[in-house]
């Protein structure tokens, strides 16, 4: 064989080993990246939080459901961890208040533990949570182990997410019996993204608190202001609502 044979060949294996090199490293970097991801998309929302960031609504049903998850969290620990403590990942960090400004400690998980009909909240540093637990999970402590309950973080998350539907949809059920075609509404307070109304066509001391409307007439549905609800919206219709129902109760 050849003194050149030998070097092309000797040279071909360093190039190939080169190469191997570089797929196994570039290998390494998508499964890293691939896991970094995909742990980001695991880290979430916490389930109530989730639940009102994607629904518009009253102040009272709002309240009620992060109320009734917390009540549903306590019950289900009672009947299925009567005998041992239940944890339970409320949150993917920890919020806190300081100098009047909210901050957040993203090194940590909020954590619910329930214990004989009892909820304190803990903080478990996020190195010392095995990878498999993340938020919205239920988990046990049995001698310093940390073991995933999946069928209960199931079953948990279902009992809230069923709880959360039905007062949505008793919520858009009541709304509907407000809205009428046709009919003039005064804007009687503001709060945050909704409104009260009060049905002037009627001549209703009732008022309601509406959750449905859009972008560009929210920025002007001031308290005063008449809407007039046609084919399924919210118009602007006029500034005199206080007036016409001064006018309405002469």
């Known amino acids: 064989m050849s003194l050149d044979l030998l070097n092309d060949v ?3 294996l ?3 080993k080169f190469v191997q090199n570089f797929m196994s490293e570039l290998s390494n970097y998508l499964e890293n990246n691939l896991k970094n991801n995909v742990n980001s998309e695991q880290e979430g929302l916490p389930i109530i939080e989730d639940i009102l960031s994607k629904n518009k609504l009253t ?3 709002e309240n009620a459901i992060i109320r ?3 009540d549903i969290i306590l019950r289900y620990a009672k009947q299925n961890f009567s005998n041992d403590s239940m944890y339970f990942v409320k949150d993917n960090k920890k919020t806190y208040w300081l100098n009047n400004e909210e ?3 993203n090194d940590v998980y909020t954590v619910l533990k329930i214990e004989n009909s009892k909820i304190e909240e803990l903080e478990i540093n996020k190195k010392d949570m095995p990878k498999d637990i993340g938020i919205n999970d239920v988990f046990r402590i049995e001698n310093g182990n940390y073991t995933m309950e999946r069928l209960a973080t199931k079953e948990l998350q279902e009992e809230i997410t069923n709880m959360a539907k039905e007062m949505i949809n008793q919520q858009n059920v009541n709304l509907e019996k407000h809205r009428k075609e046709g009919h003039l509404y005064t804007v009687t ?3 945050g993204n909704n409104r009260f109304l009060q049905d002037l066509t009627e001549k209703t001391k009732t008022e309601f608190e509406e959750v449905e409307f859009s972008k560009d007439l929210l920025s002007k549905a001031t308290e005063g202001m008449v809407l007039k609800y046609t084919n399924g919206r919210y118009e602007y219709y006029s500034d005199d609502g206080f007036e016409r129902e001064e006018k309405t109760e002469l």
């Open 10 to 12: 000797f040279n071909n």
């Open 14 to 16: 360093k190039e190939n």
């Open 59 to 61: 102040t009272g049903n």
């Open 68 to 70: 009734n998850g917390n």
């Open 103 to 105: 901050h957040y400690n």
């Open 189 to 191: 307070e503001e709060l």
